[in-house]
C-alpha cells in the first residue's frame, strides 16, 4: 500500500522516491493509480488491513475498504502492510500517553511515515516539527525498526 495515491494526497508535501539510484521528487497530483494486481486478499491479510485501518483511519481518513482496495492494486501487499503495522504499532505506544489533539496525531503519523522511507536522520530533517519536541520525534523515529523503504514508482 505504501506507493498508493491516496497516502501521497493524505500528506501536504512531496514525497521522495528512489528511481535508478537517485532521490526524486514527485508531485502526488501527477501519479495514477495501478489497476488491481489482485481479485481478493487472503482472509489473513484482511484482519491485519483491519487492525492498521482502525488505528490510522483516524489521521488518514483511509476506511478498512478504501485500504482493501489499495491493497489490491499492490504488486506486494503482504510487505507493504508490514511497514504500515510497524507505524501503528510506534504509533499506539506513544500515544498512549500523548496524542490527545489531531496536531499531535498528525504529528506522529508524520514521523513515522518519514521514518518508514528514510534514514533516522533524514527522518528528522524532513520533519518540520511544530507540535512535538525534538526528543519526542527522536523516541518515535528510533522506536521504528524497519529498514527504510522509499516509495516505488513505476512509470508507465
Request: net charge neutral; hydrophobic share 40%.
Amino acid at each position: 500500500m505504501k506507493g498508493i495515491i491516496s497516502v501521497l494526497m493524505v500528506l501536504s508535501f512531496s514525497y521522495t522516491a528512489y528511481a535508478q539510484e537517485k532521490i526524486v521528487t514527485i508531485d502526488p497530483n501527477q501519479i495514477q493509480m495501478h489497476g488491481y494486481v489482485h481479485q481478493s486478499l487472503p482472509q489473513d491479510l484482511l484482519k491485519r488491513i483491519k487492525v492498521t485501518t482502525d488505528t490510522l483511519e483516524i489521521i488518514d481518513g483511509i476506511s478498512f475498504e478504501q485500504a482493501v482496495d489499495l491493497y489490491k492494486r499492490d504488486l506486494d501487499p503482504e510487505s507493504n502492510l508490514v511497514i504500515w503495522e510497524e507505524m501503528a504499532r510506534v504509533y499506539n505506544i506513544f500515544c498512549k500517553s500523548r496524542c490527545d489533539t489531531a496536531a499531535e496525531r498528525k504529528e506522529v503519523y508524520r514521523a513515522l511515515l518519514l521514518r518508514s522511507m528514510f534514514s533516522s536522520q533524514e527522518s528528522l530533517a524532513r520533519l518540520q516539527l511544530k507540535v512535538l519536541s525534538v526528543m519526542e520525534a527522536q523516541s518515535i523515529i528510533s522506536q521504528y525498526k524497519l529498514e527504510a523503504k522509499p516509495i516505488d514508482v513505476i512509470q508507465k
